[in-house]
């Protein structure tokens, strides 16, 4: 690992002057957040990114705060681990989907120490991309390996030029809940939607994979209050029954009259460079009433356009086999 300084920021605002690069996308890499450090540290000892200083954010204080305030709506600062959203009673009475998928990640070790926004910014676990060997597309090189390669973890929707997978548990969960992320700079704050947050790799820089700009902080995720009548739940399939990535995963929002689909969220993770919305599955659920039939029509809608490539095709039926379960899961709740 690269020798780097280390700065231990008391506020926000020092925290931001230590990250200030003047925006500048070639100082992108120079000053990097340290928030959980799962990620990043391994990075750094994989000499992916080289940091000549770490911003750690540990001792800004309510960062790791989570909060359900007085109308319902969730509150959660980019610095609480994901064991804390794991264990919020709060989270897990009322929000679901975002309890289930935390629950999903890694090991309990992991979740101790790792972020809710280190969870969502966190960089593709393509063996490509994480060789130090290979130059891939992602690290400023002209090809993207696992096209011919092997894509066996890789995207099978909205690829090209790079076709990884986005990692994040978290993300889909909460853009099923409509969740937004408020970042702050040293030009103000701004929400963005979490579906927004991200970035495909033939939007903008094919070197990143949302609109984080040099100097950003994501300062927490906001998620507003559930609708009546709505149903959730995050259902991941993992290659390992130990801790695992998602090789597929499904975030189910419906919102329900009795049996009957009033408005429906649907969204997939790994299968594509963001958190993939399945916006036609969503129409065609919209008046319908629960069955199997309308199971496998949903299941069906949502895989189409898929794109596999030589060694990820079973990401199609397991896809359709997911959603279909998330649904019965759900009709019989």
Known sequence: MKAFRLHNPKTMEQALALLDTGRD???RDKKKLLAGGQDLLTEMKEHLVEPEDLVNLKGVPDLDRIEIDSKGGLSIGALATI???EDHAGVRDRFTIVHEAA????????RSQGTVGGNLCQRP???YYRSEHARCIKKGGSECFSYQGLNKYNAIFGGGP??????SDLAPALVAMSARAELRSGSGQRAVELEKFFTLPSEGSVLRENVLEPGDIVERVTVPVPESGMRGTYLKFKERGSYDFALVSVALALWLDGRTV????????????????CASAEKLLAGRTLEPATYDAAAAEALKGAEPLAHNGY???LAKGLIVRAMQQLASA
């Not at 009033?262 to 919305?277: D, E, F, N, Y």
């Open 25 to 27: 996308p070639k100082q």
């Open 83 to 85: 064991a804390a959203l």
């Open 103 to 110: 629950i999903s990640i890694a090991s309990p070790q992991i």
């Open 125 to 127: 676990r393509c063996w």
């Open 162 to 167: 790079s076709y990884i997978v986005h990692p």
């Open 262 to 277: 009033r408005r429906a969220k649907l969204v997939l993770g790994g299968v594509a460079p963001i958190p993939w919305r």
């Open 315 to 317: 990401k199609v039926p």
